[in-house]
């Protein structure tokens, strides 16, 4: 059985499509399509349940249309509306083409503060969403203490990324950091 630390949320499942057993499935990571994936896991019912997938196609840069395996009535994806979509870590590939990533895929990484030079890391918190809506794209980062961080999405801030841990290594100016404190 996997565990649920061996995941990681890429998106939910929005709302039945058709008679046919599609659901619309709004997206923050589009990885199991880079890697071609059989299946991806749904949270029901608090355990995390592998869905083999059919078929899928876009409808947007962040909606898919999904046609999972024994799904086959508007009724049984309307069981899976509302569910959250996890992927494996293990599956995720370590040399991602960053050029095509947008800035959204890195919703749900750890992100830690690196003061240069040294490799001590600081836990600052978690990408919960992306605002790009700005000619400066900025990461919302919750902190452990459920505040939210305004982190710029810039090259020179951010060190390095590991896709398969989900971290992002930063190093943002102190002052940054504080601005809403």
Do not use: C
Request: glycine share 4%; hydrophobic share 40%; net charge negative.
């Amino acid at each position: 059985m996997i565990s649920p630390s061996d995941l990681y949320k890429i998106g939910t499942l929005t709302r039945a499509h058709g008679v046919r057993g599609e659901v619309a499935f709004q997206f923050t990571d589009d990885v199991w399509d880079r890697v071609e994936a059989d299946y991806l896991f749904l949270q029901l019912d608090g355990l995390q349940i592998p869905f083999f997938l059919e078929e899928w196609r876009f409808r947007s840069d962040n909606v898919a249309l999904l046609k999972f395996e024994d799904i086959d009535s508007a009724d049984d994806a309307n069981r899976l509306v509302g569910s959250d979509v996890y992927f494996p870590k293990a599956l995720t590939p370590s040399d991602i083409e960053e050029e095509e990533l947008t800035w959204r895929h890195f919703t749900g990484f750890e992100v830690y503060q690196t003061p240069a030079p040294k490799e001590d890391k600081m836990f600052l918190g978690t990408v919960t969403s992306v605002l790009d809506q700005t000619a400066n794209v900025l990461l919302v980062v919750e902190n452990p203490e459920g505040r939210e961080l305004l982190i710029p999405a810039h090259e020179d801030f951010i060190l390095r990324a590991d896709h398969q841990q989900r971290h992002l290594i930063v190093n943002v100016p102190e002052d940054l950091l504080t601005l809403n404190s």
